[in-house]
């Protein structure tokens, strides 16, 4: 999409507004298909939480993938976006039994990683076969909250807890029909991907029903420039070989299966957001959006890196600023950027906003949330509207409390 494309979609959609490249999703996905060519049975769920609006959902529905959920709604909206039951994989962490078993009810795929819930729902249903997320211990992630692999994590049946699984296994008769990995965002490594890998093999042989192996996600995008991004195309190799070699040996051609959220969306999205007000102060030159944390809460909650773009002004003189929300506690998006100039009134881009944005996104401070654009074939589709004062108070229930103050006056 081209700089002016985006500034159309502010004028026409208004400000905030989040805009995804349906072309460059479509990209990411054959990339990641083309690099695992080799495999017979590949199957790619898309990981719902990184951007869960219906047209994105329906859109990667068309390319042929699957969808990864971790809540029952996200379940339920994977349904009405079209999948199948046998296109979703549920892989929650930490919900009730209950919620398992309604997901199993409506014909999902089960991933389970905790081996107290394991052996109820094999003692209740040991008709319905799972698959078990494998917690291999292998460091990775760049990001201490979303690093998930390590000891203490709370993700995954540990491998030093295969005998306790095999154990529940053969008394409640229930099969395991996939064995499953995330090691947690940010890989940037493929060595310790596919040593990761090497331990989910090992762990697979102990278990003689298997359709699929499911090695997670995480794969790493370039947020900046050069930053180091994960090299699909040689993990495809190396592990694609290794792979059928497995197969082989398993004795069966087994599905290998991904779920990536933000190697599919990230960079599809742009979100743009107006300037208010340009404001120096003794140490700075702030440039105040008409937006904040409450839209874009990667950088207060993660750290993470936004470029920022000033696409009503691409050819201006670069100048330093702070670029900062209207959120009333500290809401930094960027601090020192280099930026084109900027004069109040300016739209600015936010790269990399597909992934963990609007699927984060907020009412704190009672603002409306963000209008969502999808590009697709050179046209702006919107597909959700800006939120509007009904939506912030719909759910809100008021208490009358005038009768109260009637009673106390008779007293
Ligand atoms: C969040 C998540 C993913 C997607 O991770 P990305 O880093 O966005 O690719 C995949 N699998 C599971 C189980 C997850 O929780």
């Known amino acids: 999409m081209t700089e002016n494309q985006l500034l159309k979609i502010a004028q026409d959609f208004g400000s905030p507004v989040y805009v995804y490249d349906a072309e460059k999703i479509e990209g990411q996905y054959n990339r990641l298909t083309s690099a695992f060519k080799n495999v017979k049975n590949l ?11 219906i047209s994105i959902l329906k859109l990667l529905h068309s390319l042929g993938s699957g969808i990864d959920t971790v809540s029952l709604q996200e379940v339920q909206l994977g349904l009405a976006a079209g999948f199948s039951p046998d296109q979703i994989i549920f892989t929650p962490n930490g919900v009730s039994l209950h919620e398992i078993e309604q997901a199993a009810k409506l014909g999902v795929k089960i991933n389970i990683d905790n081996l107290s819930i394991l052996e109820q729902f094999g003692t209740k249903h040991p008709e319905v076969p799972v698959c078990i997320r494998i917690n291999p211990h292998v460091m990775a992630g760049g990001n201490a909250n979303i690093s998930v692999g390590h000891i203490d994590s709370k993700f995954g049946i540990s491998i030093h807890q295969i005998p306790h699984i095999l154990r529940i296994v053969e008394n409640t008769k229930m ?9 947690g965002s940010d890989i940037l490594d493929i060595e310790v991907f596919l040593y990761a890998s090497e331990i989910l093999f090992e762990t697979a042989k102990q ?10 996600s995480g ?36 599905t290998l ?9 990230s960079e599809s999205g742009s979100f743009l957001a107006q300037v208010n007000a340009v404001k120096q102060t003794t140490s ?3 440039a105040q959006i008409d937006s904040g944390f409450n839209h874009l809460i990667r950088p207060m909650f993660y750290g993470s890196h936004h470029d920022i773009v000033n696409i009503s002004n691409p050819k201006g003189r670069e100048r330093f600023y702070t670029v900062v929300g209207y959120i009333c506690e500290t809401d930094t998006f960027g601090n020192n950027r280099r930026i084109n100039e900027i004069s109040e009134g300016d739209v600015l881009c936010f790269k990399n906003a597909g992934a963990y944005c609007f699927s984060m996104a907020s009412n704190y401070n009672s603002r409306f949330r963000p209008a969502e ?10 597909i959700r509207k800006r939120e509007t004062f009904e939506d912030i108070i719909k759910n809100q229930v008021e208490v009358d409390f005038s009768i109260k103050k009637e009673k106390q006056l008779v007293k």
Not at 43 to 53: G, Q, T
Not at 175 to 183: F, K, P, Q, S
Not at 374 to 382: C, I, P, R, T, V
């Open 284 to 286: 700075t030159v702030f």
């Open 257 to 265: 299966a991904f779920e990536p959220g933000k190697f599919l969306v």
């Open 219 to 254: 794969f790493k995008v370039p947020y900046k420039a050069g930053d180091i991004e994960t090299n699909i195309e040689e993990l495809g190799k190396k592990l694609s070989a290794r792979f059928n070699d497995f197969c082989k040996e398993y004795g069966k051609e087994l």
């Open 207 to 216: 278990f003689k029903n298997l359709d699929f192996i499911d090695f997670g």
């Open 175 to 183: 099969t395991i029909n996939g064995i499953h990995m995330h090691t």
């Open 373 to 382: 654009v999808l590009w697709y074939k050179n046209k702006a589709h919107l």
């Open 43 to 53: 199957k790619i769920n898309y990981a719902v939480k990184a951007l869960s609006n």
